[in-house]
């Protein structure tokens, strides 16, 4: 490319980045707001540990020491989480269930599903969220 086009995008990029950085601001300021008008309820999910592709059981219940502690202190600092948020936690019954019936858990409030999986590199959180109405993880 050209040096003197390279004026022209850098400015360009700057807004774009400043933009970009605007709008997480916006959004992490907002959610507790947004938390707060949506019924002020969570459902938490126990933290599920991954047995197979797809398949999800309790860390809980898991035979592994090291799942149990971590899918502990996940469900612990996701209900802290969500009290920080200005939501009120409610534990759902039973285990991890299947990220497609997360929509139909409790359609009124916000549903959380953390999920543990053990990869090469090491162990992978990954947290499912659906907000109060919605059908979109």
């Known amino acids: 490319m050209d040096q003197r086009n390279r004026d022209v995008l850098e400015p360009r990029a700057r807004r774009a980045r400043w933009a970009l950085a605007l709008a997480v601001v916006a959004f992490v300021v907002a959610l507790p707001a947004l938390a707060r008008a949506a019924g002020g309820r969570a459902r938490i999910v126990p933290t599920g540990a991954e047995v197979a592709p797809g398949q999800w059981m309790a860390a809980s219940q898991s035979p592994d020491e090291r799942t149990r502690r971590l899918g502990a202190q996940v469900d612990q600092t996701m209900a802290e989480g969500v009290e920080d948020l200005g939501l009120v936690p409610l534990r759902a019954v039973g285990g ?8 139909s858990l409790d359609p009124s409030a916000w549903v959380f599903a953390p999920r543990l999986s053990s990869e090469s590199d090491g162990v992978h959180l990954r947290l499912v969220a659906v ?3 919605s059908r979109v993880e």
Not at 96 to 103: D, F, K, Y
């Open 96 to 103: 991890p269930v299947p990220e497609r019936s997360l929509t």
């Open 131 to 133: 907000a109060p109405g």
